[in-house]
């Protein structure tokens, strides 16, 4: 017999709900600099909403990456996006002193979301009482991603090969790791010299999440080629999936925002396959006697002309 959190568990199928979605929500944030802001998408109905924390990729802020957000609370989830402090809406100086820590604060942007979650409720009318706080997920894309799989486990190492602070969150049940950076020792000079914290382990994320990746993403920081993103899935432990999208490049078709002029590979669709299994991936991840993910992944290996493939293990 289905518990009463399941039975309201986030439908996948048929019509979208409507949303509500709320900006600038503020956490106080002492010694950060700047108070968090934070954007908050979700269901208009529904209670026991399942959370996303999702962090953004270089640059960006709680306005990018509607595709993903707009779908998944249309979708049922709650979706909590926090603006870093690299975001070109805050301008924040190369010569400033946080900015050697901004991986750093970024991690703290996403615990400090999860420590919020009261206030964020209380903060957006209609909204309290309404979330699960036992079914959180954290999504991220590129940068963001790295900064979200730390919440997972993953680690970074130090100039001797020394895994750093375990910054996981036991908080945390499951992710969506879009464009996540591979292991540190494919660095070009250049960046092993700028970015230290681009050296991750992923020896303990043992967290269950979804790796997302393009066979044309080419990084200019890698020696590698797109073989680069698969890391974070080959190089884990426990509950992976990986989806390999074709032709897909750093953008995967689009996820940043609706006609950003920096999407180098548009295409709707290949957005559109995300949309979906990223969703009914997390809510199998979320609700373990759903059976979702098994029929999408069975989908898309019988597609005859798949927009990518799907391995898990």
Known sequence: MPDSKTANAPKTAGAPTTVLSAKPVVLSAPGRGEDLQIRVSAPVTGGDLPVIVFSHGFGWSMNGYAPLADFWAAHGFVVLQPTHLDSRTLGLAAEDPRTPRIWRFRIEDLTRVLDGLDTLEASVPGLAGRLDHDRIAVAGH??????????????????????????????????????????????????????????????????????????????RLSTRGPDWFTDPYTRSPGDKSLLTLFEAEHSLGGIAGYEVAETTDESPARVALIQRLSTVFLRSALYPEDTGWRAAAAALEEDPSPLGKLQSR
């Not at 190492?157 to 036991?170: F, K, N, R, T």
């Not at 979804?210 to 993403?217: F, K, R, S």
């Open 142 to 219: 590129s940068w963001g991603a790295q900064t979200a799989s730390t919440l997972l486990g993953a680690r970074v190492l130090d100039s001797d090969g020394v895994p750093g602070e375990d910054m996981s969150d036991a908080r945390i049940k499951a992710g969506v790791l879009l464009a996540l950076t591979g292991l540190g020792d494919d660095l070009t000079p250049f960046a092993a010299e700028n970015f230290p914290f681009m050296r991750p382990s992923f020896d303990r994320m043992t967290t269950s999440a979804l790796i997302v990746a393009g066979d044309n993403d080419r990084s």
